[in-house]
């Protein structure tokens, strides 16, 4: 079955520091991929998607994120994170065979240190 | 207004009530969704709407029941719920296509409490 895994539930980061944040799935082919931001009391917003090309792919708010099919991974990262940047960040996966059903990972909350 | 737009913003209700949660979308989209988001969990897709048509239903319990009158609007019928059904209900919109997958946009979410 299809799979998406964040490994992270918590990560701290001071501010300025960089930060990665991982994402794997399972799925036998090239998945549509992306990442949510949902701040306390927000809805998700998108940050960045990939569908194929290029596959370091920049997002809004300094976000960007590389697909590596080889590890089936799409880790986001940020050079140097900001205290507004505190939230909770979810990986989500799309599969050719629906245009509706994302698999979603169980999100890591980020906590920035000043 | 713009986006999407949840009413109420927070819910409180007994395990005998019956209540509807709401959803408009002012994004010109054809598909619509609800969601589940319990804490420390993946988020989990209720229904989705596509041109008005239900096109997915993942298993829901009975007590919920969905409504979508036209494609700006949908809505979430609840009646004797479950402590455990206490969670974020987000809905989300998006303009599908038959070969592009397009991103969802979301709504800040209903907080439900059930007593």
């Known amino acids: 079955a299809q799979s998406v895994t964040q490994p992270d539930i918590h990560i701290t980061v001071s501010e300025g520091a960089s930060l990665e944040l991982r994402c794997n799935y399972s799925y036998g082919a090239t998945p549509y991929l992306f990442w949510y931001v949902q701040s306390p009391g927000q809805g998700l917003q998108l940050l960045l998607k990939y569908f194929s090309g290029d596959t370091l792919v920049q997002g809004i708010k300094g976000f960007e994120a590389e697909f590596k099919r080889s590890q089936s991974s799409f880790n986001l990262r940020k050079p140097s994170v900001h205290w507004s940047d505190a939230a909770e960040y979810f990986c989500a996966v799309g599969f050719m065979d629906s245009n509706y059903q994302l698999i979603w990972g169980a999100g890591t909350k980020l906590i920035i240190k000043p | 207004e713009t986006g999407v737009t949840q009413t109420p913003r927070h819910l409180v209700m007994g395990m005998t009530n019956k209540k509807s949660l709401k959803c408009e979308q002012h994004?010109?989209?054809?598909?619509m969704y609800w969601y589940k988001q319990s804490a420390k969990k993946p988020l989990e897709l209720m229904f989705v709407y596509s041109l008005e048509e239900r096109v997915e239903n993942n298993s829901v319990p009975s007590r919920f029941s969905p409504e979508c009158p036209n494609s700006s609007h949908l809505f979430l019928h609840l009646h004797t719920l479950q402590p455990e059904d206490s969670a974020l209900y987000l809905c989300?919109?998006?303009?599908?296509?038959?070969?592009?997958?397009?991103?969802?946009?979301f709504g800040p979410g209903t907080r439900l409490t059930v007593l």
């Open positions: 989300a919109s998006s303009q599908t296509s038959g070969t592009t997958y397009n991103e969802q946009f």
């Open positions: 994004l010109g989209h054809n598909a």
